[in-house]
């Protein structure tokens, strides 16, 4: 009698065949990722379990010391930023503050992140559209970079600075139409109806506020470095009429980020590799435009602003990976291949708007056919991958999703599921957790039950 393990039946599928090179000279294959930062993925999970993040300490520093290279030899002064929200693990911060990166943060929670973990208040940009009273104290006293976003907001830091009795430097926001990008009108003053001059000339009349910098942050996933070119211009133009009206002067220029990864932005025909712009393009563009717009500045004696960046997916994006496992197989009633695996959108809540790339972790035995990734949640809307095309993956099988090291583990959700472990591989080939894995107590820790409430049915013999 046979012992061969029986094989689930599936009813047979035709496919039309599909091969060569398409009009972007790519040849459609099946690629896979056996290792990452070179330790076998089948080891990862055997040791960390799946699912699985996994980071790259290498590459993430690589990719910050490229970024400020590829400025460092454009521009004179420039201090790079990393964006606290795009990846707020304490590992991944402190690593790029090893690379001479400071803090960017959007909140008091992001405030108090980058204080516990060593950086001093002279070394962090405030920004974000709330500030409460407590968190503003705090940035004043402690020398922050301190960026406005709205007039209340105004108010609010010239009462805190005449309590403190000092004198606080401040940089204003800007918000305008670059002509590339839709404005981002909710953040900071707009410039074409005045309001950002009005800021300007109140901060310059203050007794307690000092104006020292401009700030933009144009958008995200900008993939044209145009726009860049554009703001840094009209930024520049804006610091020579606020230093002529108001008497002020800007020792800094912060252009924010928006540089775009190595990612498939759904709805973006191409592939990243032919749209997404290197480092040094970003670089060119934006330098180059700033030396054009300061060279009568510079002719008059006046020194070049200092260029703040503040950098996130750039740097963090493909320096991370999630590992997930196939816990089902299902044929849809449109004839594709369902897979359902043990991440989901909770996890890799970006899968909404990128079309992160999956790699079997083997070579693959079968037809590529297209396929449908749905994660654990029981939720219509948890799917990872709404078609990519997969060779025959059974129960236990990996993926590995890339790159998601941006906006993931600060946007993923306790939800249905506990949130995996990350582990970050060291640069000497070692493996850190550096997130456990979460567990009932982890979620449960912040609850209290009422005594009333402390049993959950009325009797001790159950539902009626």
Known sequence: MSKTKKKPWVAPTLSAHGGGLNKFGATRRNLVTERIGGIPVDELTKRFGSPLFVVEERRLRDNARRLKSAFAYRWPRVIHAWSYKTNYLGAVCN??????????????????????????????????????????????????????????????????????????????????????????????????????????????????????????????????????????????????????????????????????????????????????PAPEQYAEALCDA?????????????????LILETGRAVVDDAESLVASVVANKRLPDGRRGVVLDAGINALFTAFWY???????????????????????????????QSIQLPPLGVGDKLV????????????????????????????GSVEVVREREDLAYVTAQERLPASLAQPFESAGGTA
């Open 95 to 276: 690593a790029l503050h090893q690379e001479g990166y400071i803090a960017e943060v959007v909140s008091a929670f992001e405030y108090d992140k980058a204080r516990a973990l060593g950086v001093p208040g002279k070394d962090i940009i405030f920004n974000g559209p709330h500030k409460p009273r407590a968190a503003l104290e705090r940035a004043a006293r402690e020398g922050a970079r301190i960026h406005l976003d709205n007039f209340d907001e105004l108010y609010l830091l010239e009462d805190v600075a005449r309590g403190l009795k000092k004198t606080v430097p401040v940089a204003i926001r800007l918000n305008f139409d670059t002509g590339f990008t839709d404005p981002w009108s909710r953040f900071g003053f707009n410039l074409e109806s005045g309001q950002a001059m009005d800021c300007a000339r109140h901060v310059a009349e203050s007794a307690h506020l000092k104006l020292v910098g401009l700030h933009t942050h144009i958008g995200t996933f900008v993939t044209d470095v145009r726009a860049h070119a554009a703001a840094a211009t009209i930024l520049c133009g804006f610091m020579d009429a606020v230093e002529a009206q108001t008497g002020a002067v800007i020792d800094y220029l912060d252009l924010g980020g928006g540089f775009a990864s190595k990612n498939a932005l759904q709805g973006v025909y191409l592939p990243p590799e032919q749209v997404v």
């Open 290 to 306: 700033l030396m054009a717009a300061t060279r009568e500045r510079e002719a008059r004696g006046r020194p070049q602003p200092t």
């Open 355 to 385: 079309h992160h790339d999956a790699r079997p972790t083997r070579w693959p035995d079968g037809i590529a056919e297209e396929t449908v990734l749905y994660g654990p949640l029981c939720m219509n809307i948890d799917v990872m991958r």
């Open 401 to 428: 999703f890339s790159p998601v090291g941006a906006y993931n583990n600060t946007q993923w959700m306790q939800f249905i599921e506990y949130r995996p472990a990350v582990t970050m591989v060291m640069r000497d």
